[in-house]
Each structure stands twice: as C-alpha cells, then as structure tokens.
C-alpha cells in the first residue's frame, strides 16, 4: 500500500512539473503586429516562454513562431498580461509583454 501512495505521488509531481512548465499566456492584437523579428498576423495568440525564446500560436490555426526575447524578472507578480507597443509607421511594434500572474517581462 505504501509503494501505491508514493508512485501515485510520484506521478502527481511529474504532472505538476510539467504543467508549470508549460504555462502560456493569451494575448491578441487588434491588427497586424511586429513582435521581435516576427511579423504577427491580427488574431488572439497563446504564448509561452522557454529560456530566451518566446513562442506565438495562432488560437484560430494553431501555427506557431518563435523568435528570441530578452526576459527581465520583476520584484512583483504582475496582475495581469499586459502589451506595451508603438505605433512605427503605421505599424504597431512590441516593446514588452508584462505575463500576468508572474515577475516575468519580456522586452523585444
């Protein structure tokens, strides 16, 4: 019985391992976006970081890029996912994304 409780709390925090891992965050844009070297199609994206890299998965295709991001960590959790941009142009380019619910800020 014993051996039974410690694999089912073995498996438990390998799932829960790997679903913090892959936290993804949702983000849209109301029109055509530069992000980093990428060129991001209007739409909603989900998110997710690893290392310096930063993923965007289209939510209506479900195609991703990824381009590099320099992450910055914050001395507070941020409340919510936030984009800062520009408008260069008549393009509107990302400085940084705040991930909500973390201390991470991604700068591009």
């Known amino acids: 019985m014993k051996l039974k409780f410690l694999f089912l709390a073995g498996v438990v925090a390998i799932f829960t391992l790997s679903t913090a891992v892959a936290k ?11 992000a980093g070297s990428l060129q991001l199609k209007a739409g909603g994206y989900r998110l ?17 890029v990824t381009t590099e991001v320099k992450v910055e960590n914050a001395d507070k959790k941020f409340v919510e996912t936030k984009v800062d941009s520009t408008n260069e142009g008549g ?9 909500g619910g973390s201390k991470i800020k991604l700068d591009f």
């Open 91 to 99: 393009t509107t380019v990302v400085q940084d994304i705040e991930l």
């Open 24 to 34: 993804s965050y949702d983000v849209a844009f109301a029109s055509p976006t530069k």
């Open 48 to 64: 997710s970081v690893s290392g310096n890299k930063v993923t965007f998965t289209a939510v209506d295709t479900e195609k991703s």
